[in-house]
């Protein structure tokens, strides 16, 4: 489903205005630029040639340490931390929503937090509101 909403009364795709509100934020996707084209909006973000979902990682029968997954668990508190600091909840964390690659600097893996799609702006919590994937 298609949300968008007003900024300066420019109609702008809502993932990209959340993606917008935290991009200072360390483990988000970088979003470059957005258009829209008929009834539709297209992102430009950053390419992560060799990144694969934390999902497809673990199907691919990838092990990870324990002392990996803890760095890597640490990382994406961290990222989602951050998030929720700048007003931001991603709302639909889930492995398919982890991006997994190598840092070229040290090698290790890293992460980077994608599709904000179900997210919504952090203004008065109700503790009502449920979105995301229901198996999560």
Do not use: W
């Amino acid at each position: 489903m298609k949300s968008y909403r007003r900024r300066n009364g420019k109609k702008i795709p809502k993932e990209a205005a959340l993606l917008k509100k935290v991009q200072k934020v360390p483990g988000v996707i970088k979003l470059y630029d957005y258009f829209i084209a008929d009834d539709n909006f297209y992102m430009v973000m950053e390419l992560i040639p060799s990144a694969m979902s934390l999902y497809d990682y673990i199907e691919n029968d990838n092990d990870l340490s324990n002392v990996q997954v803890r760095r890597l668990f640490k990382k994406i508190v961290t990222t989602i931390k951050g998030c929720f600091e700048a007003a931001v909840s991603h709302k639909d964390i889930k492995p398919e929503n982890i991006l997994l690659f190598r840092d070229k600097s040290s090698g290790q893996l890293d992460i980077k937090v994608i599709d904000f799609g179900c997210g919504e702006r952090i203004t008065s919590y109700k503790g009502t509101d449920t979105g995301g994937t229901r198996i999560y």
